[in-house]
């Protein structure tokens, strides 16, 4: 989901899928075929080991666009999701909020890196965080409009704190 490229010198013959935007001390390219940040996906799939996500992302098995790979089944039944839209309202570095409108249920996943200690929310209500893809942050989202915010708590953090202010005083 790479969305630029810079390359040192022009890359001949430049594959369809990329678009040169800017050209100085070398050349910069976008990736049309890159994913927006955040999305709605109305399919998953399931893949065990968690491991043989990454070996159907390598081969191309899967269509990002339309289909994400979980390694859990999250237990619902998701609707059409066509017209549903995804954006990011806040962009911080321990949380990302996001408002999302879905006219049926679907899978809201962020590009992001997935890591134990992000949490997350619906419309104020903990919600289960989703491995998606091996490496990304998703969330299920019933249909209507809500606000999802991703937000990042380590325990080993908060005690380095605790034990850092405790040693102050």
């Known amino acids: 989901n790479v969305r630029y490229v810079i390359s040192p010198e022009a890359i001949d013959p430049t594959p369809p899928f990329l678009r040169e935007v800017h050209r100085g001390s070398g050349v910069l390219y976008e990736n049309l075929l890159a994913l927006p ?5 109305g399919a998953y799939r399931v893949v065990t ?4 996500i990454l070996d159907s992302i390598a081969t191309g098995q899967v269509e990002s666009s339309a289909l994400t790979l979980l390694e859990q089944d999250p237990g619902i039944a998701l609707g059409p999701v ?3 839209t995804a954006e990011i309202s806040a962009y911080h570095l321990n949380d990302v909020t996001v408002n999302v409108t879905t006219p049926g249920p679907g899978i809201l ?9 992000w949490s997350v929310t619906v419309d104020g209500k903990p919600a289960s965080l989703l491995r998606a893809d091996y490496l990304l942050r998703a969330v299920v989202v019933p249909a209507g409009t809500h606000q999802v915010v991703f937000r990042f708590a380590s325990p080993s953090v908060q005690r380095g704190l605790q034990l850092s202010i405790a040693s102050l005083v």
């Open 37 to 41: 940040r955040v999305m709605v996906l």
């Open 49 to 52: 080991p968690g491991r043989a």
């Open 82 to 84: 066509t017209g549903a």
């Open 109 to 117: 996943r962020l590009a992001d890196a997935w890591y134990p200690d």
